[in-house]
Structures are given as structure tokens and as C-alpha cells.
């Protein structure tokens, strides 16, 4: 079985960020959204020259334009974008022609109770995207997506994951996130068995500020 890939996100200094990678997480993610977290781009430019090289740095946006992400992509060397809002097919396609392939982008699709045809119907259009490396599955409640930090209805969102990743014949990796914390990501994993999974208040003493505790009983829960 292989390991479980592991992002923690929302980092919003050097020290954390250092210290995921230290620890063993195959990403690090910066907030670019709007958010109790955001970062700006010359804060993250200062942060990622002191990272191993291994180490995947994602950035995490909500746009429709193309010219902001690039940007910060090019001002701090980011290795992956993370957009949230509905699959936007231009925007995918423009990214990947100024990236020339090389910063993988990920495409967030949220799952609401209620909701689950609305769910599939998105997640198809996310799946269908050669362009896209990842998907990553997250909460959404009454429009607002991700980063709400709620867990969902796991069986329910699994049984349509994967039917409409088996109809595709190269599917992208399957990330989870929404709500995870050293509790419940060994169950998440079991549940979807997924590529990845994805924290970031789960792992935090308060908004913005890593736990290394909690950070190393993810680590451990999740592999």
C-alpha cells in the first residue's frame, strides 16, 4: 500500500512551514483566498527558499482571471495552485499554457448533504480535465466553499467519487479534506481511500498558527 500524501495548509509563517516539511508532509499550502489566513505573495516569497526541495508548495486561490495567479506563481514559486469555485475550463487551460505543464493544478469540488446530484455533476466536469492533477474534496454549506473546517457525509460523497472516477480512464488524484484532524483521517482514508488528504485548522493552536503536536498525530494517523 502506498503512502498516504499529506498537505498541511493554511501556513502563514516560515517556522510552520519548515516544520511540516521537517515532520514528513509532502505539501505546504498558502492561502491566497480571502480568509482568516491569507498571506500575501511577498510573505510566501520569503518562505519558500528555505524549504527542502521536495516539498510541494500549493497555493490556494479563488479567481476567475488567469493574471493574478501567474503572478504570484512567478513571485514565489509555487509548485501547485489550488482553485476553489466551479471547474472553470478557460481558467484550468490558461494556467496550464503559462505554466507550460509544470505547477500542478488542483480543483476543489464541494459536497453539501442534500445536494449530492448537484455534486456529481460537478465533480464529472472536474474529473473530465486532463489538465487537472488533482481534485480535492471538500465541505460546502450554503455556497460558501472549503476551508469551513466541517467534515461531510464521507460514505455518501464516496459512493458517487467512485462511480465517476472509475468511468474515466487516466482520473486525477483524489484528495481529501474538509474537517480532518489526527481523530479522523486514518478513518477518512479507510472511507475513500484516497491519494492524499489536506488540514489545516485541524492542525492549528489558533487561525494561522500551527500545533507540532497535533501536526505530528496527523502525520502519524494519516500513514
Do not use: Y
Amino acid at each position: 500500500m502506498s503512502k498516504t500524501w499529506v498537505k498541511l495548509c493554511a501556513n502563514t509563517n516560515l517556522e510552520d512551514a519548515q516544520l511540516a516539511a521537517e515532520l514528513g508532509a509532502d505539501a505546504v499550502g498558502f492561502v491566497f483566498a480571502p480568509s482568516k489566513r491569507q498571506v500575501m505573495a511577498e510573505q510566501v516569497a520569503a518562505i519558500t527558499p528555505h524549504l527542502p526541495a521536495g516539498v510541494e508548495t500549493i497555493g490556494v486561490f479563488i479567481e476567475h482571471d488567469a493574471a493574478p495567479i501567474i503572478a504570484v506563481v512567478k513571485a514565489t514559486n509555487l509548485t501547485g495552485v489550488q482553485l476553489h469555485g466551479d471547474t472553470n475550463i478557460k481558467l484550468i487551460a490558461a494556467l496550464n499554457e503559462a505554466f507550460e505543464g509544470r505547477v500542478k493544478l488542483l480543483q476543489v469540488v464541494g459536497f453539501e448533504s442534500g445536494q449530492e446530484a448537484e455534486f456529481e455533476r460537478k465533480l464529472q466536469l472536474a474529473v473530465s480535465q486532463p489538465q487537472v492533477w488533482g481534485v480535492l474534496l471538500d465541505t460546502v454549506k450554503s455556497g460558501a466553499s472549503g476551508g469551513l473546517g466541517v467534515a461531510f457525509d464521507w460514505p455518501a460523497a464516496n459512493a458517487i467519487v467512485q462511480r465517476v472516477f472509475s468511468a474515466v480512464e487516466n482520473p486525477p488524484k483524489l484528495i481529501i479534506a474538509g474537517g480532518l484532524k489526527p481523530e479522523n483521517v486514518a478513518e477518512a482514508i479507510r472511507v475513500f481511500s484516497p491519494f492524499g488528504v489536506d488540514v489545516a485548522s485541524g492542525v492549528e493552536s489558533v487561525p494561522g498558527k500551527k500545533d507540532a503536536a497535533k501536526m505530528r498525530a496527523f502525520l502519524a494517523a494519516a500513514r
